[in-house]
């Protein structure tokens, strides 16, 4: 049984957020989704901060915002698959092959466990059918690696991520929130249009009520859904922001070609811009500030 919780999505209000998070740590942890949302919610407070009164660090996997009166941080913090892997270089992660760890979470979570609000995300760099995973530590030659189905994989890591929640988490002082799989819009036949198609040229909407792209894996987010499940059992609040479904629809919220290209694209690659196009992250302003108005709504909410 499903207990709904309907209430009205109040208006965000940049200067209501930054109080509640006066003297504390808000901390993004994922993926380049979780970035985009992270951005989002800076750009909508910035306008209510002068210049002078707030800064932007690049520390490592850390992104910080701070607003200086507020002695309040939003944070990004890059670590794609949450455990350690050979893809947590905030820059240089783009490996052939990836390589899990998936009972370290350590190295990252002393990072950002003594946040008070923590939003997480996991879910695009799973995709790979087949994930390779190390027992043992990198760069030594007694490692062990295992190839693993992409599914058990992705347990295995949440399960790591809860039980170190479950041990280290101050719940009367933190947050947790978890966003749901971010859909992508690559595959153009998901809605009737040619094979070979994507994002690119979409300016419209789906209008398709209930609409799912073939790219958002329920069998992941019952994983998800299951992993928050047994927290709230254990008592540990957290709380599961289901934002794919709303996503899916906004095919046409992608940057697609206008995006900024990290290596210089390939002739054939002008030739057929569908090639590189971006149908996974969101243009801005867009769909990551509904996101976080549902956010801002959630932290207001009592528990
Ligand atoms: C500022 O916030 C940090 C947490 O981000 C806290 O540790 C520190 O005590 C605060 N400083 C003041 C002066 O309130
Ligand atoms: C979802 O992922 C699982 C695990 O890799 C796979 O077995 C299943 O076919 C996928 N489902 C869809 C609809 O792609
Ligand atoms: C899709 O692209 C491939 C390779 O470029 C081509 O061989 C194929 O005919 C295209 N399919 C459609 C339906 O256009
Ligand atoms: C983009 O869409 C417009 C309007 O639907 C269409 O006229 C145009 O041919 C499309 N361009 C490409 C390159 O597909
Ligand atoms: C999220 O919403 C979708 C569509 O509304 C629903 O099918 C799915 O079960 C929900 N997932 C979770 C994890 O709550
Ligand atoms: C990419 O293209 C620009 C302009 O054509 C050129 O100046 C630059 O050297 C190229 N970069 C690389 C990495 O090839």
Known sequence: MKILVHFELG??????????????????VGDSLNRNQFVSLVCMV??????????????????????????????????????????????????????AKLDSIEKHAKHWID???????????????????LWGSFGRSDGI???MERLKSYEMALNTWANWL???????????????????????????????????????PIYEENYWGSLSNVSMMGVVESTIQDLNNKGLNIQLLNITQLSEYRKDGHPSIYRKQWVNLTEEQLANPKSYADCGHWCL???????????????FHSH
């Not at 800064?55 to 949450?82: C, H, M, T």
């Not at 302003?285 to 108005?293: L, R, Y």
Request: glycine share 2%; charged share 25%.
């Open 46 to 99: 910035d306008s209510s901060i002068p210049p002078t009164l707030k800064s932007l660090q690049f520390n490592g996997n850390l992104i910080i915002f701070k607003a200086i009166e507020y002695n309040a941080s939003i944070e990004f913090y890059w670590s794609p698959l949450l455990v350690e892997s050979n893809t947590d270089d905030p820059i240089n992660h783009r490996v052939e092959e990836r390589i």
């Open 115 to 133: 946040a008070e609000v923590l939003v997480f995300d996991s879910y695009i760099w799973w995709l790979r059918p087949k994930m390779k995973v």
């Open 285 to 299: 302003p867009g769909v990551p500030d509904t996101w976080n108005q549902i956010l801002f709504a959630y932290m």
């Open 166 to 204: 479950t041990t280290h988490v101050d719940r009367d002082r933190t947050r947790l929130f978890f966003m749901s799989l971010s859909p992508m819009h690559r595959r153009a036949e998901d809605w009737g249009m040619d094979a070979n198609d994507s994002c690119y040229n979409e300016t419209d």
């Open 145 to 147: 690696y295992e190839e």
């Open 11 to 28: 208006r965000f209000d940049a200067a209501t957020l930054l109080q509640k998070l006066r003297g504390k740590r808000m901390v993004f």
